[in-house]
C-alpha cells in the first residue's frame, strides 16, 4: 500500500489596499506572461506585521449573512490547481514548476523550484514550510520554506488531488484514485488512515476545532464528515450533504469560522454553503467561470481579508473575491 512507501453581482475591479509598510498602492513591477518576474523591493523574509483577526466580537452563528453575495475580480493571479497564503502577504502556487509567491503589490518571489505540470494541493504547515500534491508522479512532497529544498513525504498515492494541514503539525492528502485519505507527519512520514471507502475523495478542510475533517467528492455528489478521536485516530465517515443529482465536479472545500462548508462546483461555477448539521445547502454564488478548483478565506496579512473568500478561476488566471460578511476559520499561521 502507498502508505507504506518512504516518503495537490460583479463588482468593478478590486480595491487595492495600500501597503502598511511602504505605502504603495500599486504594483512596484510589471507581471509578464510568464508569471515570473524579480522584484528587490522588499525581500521575502521582510514579513508585515499579521493581525491574527480575532477582535473579541463575538460571532452569531444563528444568524448568516444573506445569499447570493457580491465579489470583486482580481486579474493576473496564475492558473493553477491550489493556492494558499503564507505569513508574510504572499499568494503561494504552484506556476510553470515553481513554488511561486506573490503578493497584492507586485513583489514576487520563488520558493522552490522544479515541481511537476500538475499538481493539486498546495498548503502551509504550522511550521511555516510546504506541502504539494504532486499528481503526475503520485507523491506529497515537503518543501523547507527556508531552503527551498524538498523531500517526497509519501509516494504512490494514486491522483493525491486535495491537502489539508492542521496546528498539530500535521499534513492530510485525499488520494482520489482510491477513495482514501491519509493523515501523515510530514517530517517523520509516519502516517494514519483517516477514511476509505470513498468516491473520487477530492478536496479536503478542517472544521474551526479541527475535530472534523471535511471530504469532497468528484462526481458523487457528496461532502462526507469523518470526526477526531484522537490526534491520529477517526470514526467512520458520514455523508453531510448530498445533492439531488450528480453534481458539477465538487473540488475545492472550505469553512468558515461558524463551521459552514462551502464547496465549489468546478465546471458550473457555483458556490454552495452547508450548515454544519448537513441540513441547508444554499447557493453562495454563480461565478462567469467552468474551472474553479480551489479557494481560501484570506488571513488578514498584506490585504488578504479574513472576510473574503478568493476562489481560483484556473481558466483564466483570475481571483475572484467573494464578500462574505462572515470570517473564515483560522489560518494556520494565524496565532
Known amino acids: 500500500m502507498w502508505w507504506a512507501l518512504a516518503f495537490a453581482c460583479q463588482r468593478p475591479a478590486a480595491d487595492e489596499t495600500p501597503d502598511p509598510t511602504s505605502g504603495r498602492t500599486t504594483p512596484p513591477t510589471t507581471v509578464v506572461d510568464s508569471g515570473v518576474v524579480t522584484d528587490t523591493a522588499r525581500p521575502r523574509d ?11 466580537v463575538a460571532v452569531d452563528c444563528t444568524v448568516l449573512p444573506p445569499l447570493p453575495v457580491t465579489y470583486d475580480t482580481l ?16 499568494h503561494v502556487s504552484v506556476q ?25 494541493g498546495t498548503r502551509a504547515l504550522s511550521t511555516g514550510d ?22 517526497v513525504v509519501s509516494s504512490g498515492v494514486s491522483y493525491p488531488n486535495g491537502v489539508e494541514t492542521d496546528r498539530l503539525g500535521y499534513a ?22 483517516v477514511a476509505s471507502g470513498l468516491t473520487s475523495s477530492n478536496g479536503l478542510i478542517l472544521s474551526p476545532d479541527e475535530q472534523t475533517l471535511y ?40 469553512v468558515d469560522v461558524c463551521g459552514n462548508v462551502y464547496i465549489t ?18 447557493l453562495v454564488v454563480d461565478l462567469p467561470s467552468s474551472w474553479i478548483p480551489n479557494m481560501r478565506w484570506g488571513n488578514d496579512v498584506g490585504g488578504w481579508s479574513s472576510d473574503i473568500l478568493y476562489v481560483s ?12 460578511g462572515i470570517a473564515g476559520k483560522k489560518h494556520v499561521l494565524t496565532p
Open 96 to 120: 510553470q514548476g515553481n513554488l511561486f509567491g506573490r503578493d497584492r503589490y507586485g513583489a514576487v518571489s520563488i520558493l522552490a523550484v522544479g515541481f511537476s505540470s500538475f499538481t493539486a
Open 313 to 324: 478561476d484556473r481558466d483564466q488566471g483570475r481571483l475572484f473575491a467573494l464578500h462574505m
Open 265 to 282: 462546483e468546478y465546471i458550473q461555477g457555483k458556490v454552495w454553503r452547508v450548515t454544519p448539521d448537513g441540513l441547508h445547502g444554499d
Open 46 to 56: 521582510t514579513a508585515r506585521p499579521a493581525d491574527s483577526g480575532d477582535t473579541g
Open 130 to 151: 510546504w506541502v504539494v500534491a504532486d499528481a503526475n508522479n503520485g507523491a506529497l512532497i515537503l518543501v523547507d520554506a527556508a531552503t527551498g529544498g524538498q523531500s
Open 172 to 193: 492530510f492528502v485525499a488520494d482520489n484514485g482510491t477513495g482514501q485519505v491519509r493523515q501523515v507527519d510530514p517530517y517523520s512520514a509516519q502516517n494514519w488512515p
Open 215 to 254: 471530504v469532497g467528492s468528484f462526481g458523487a455528489g457528496k461532502v462526507w464528515a469523518v470526526p477526531r478521536l484522537t490526534d491520529t485516530t477517526w470514526g467512520p465517515a458520514t455523508v453531510l450533504w448530498e445533492t439531488s443529482g450528480i453534481d458539477g465536479g465538487f473540488d475545492g472545500i472550505n
Open 75 to 90: 486579474q493576473g493571479w496564475g492558473t493553477a490547481e491550489d493556492f494558499d497564503f503564507d505569513g508574510a502577504g504572499y
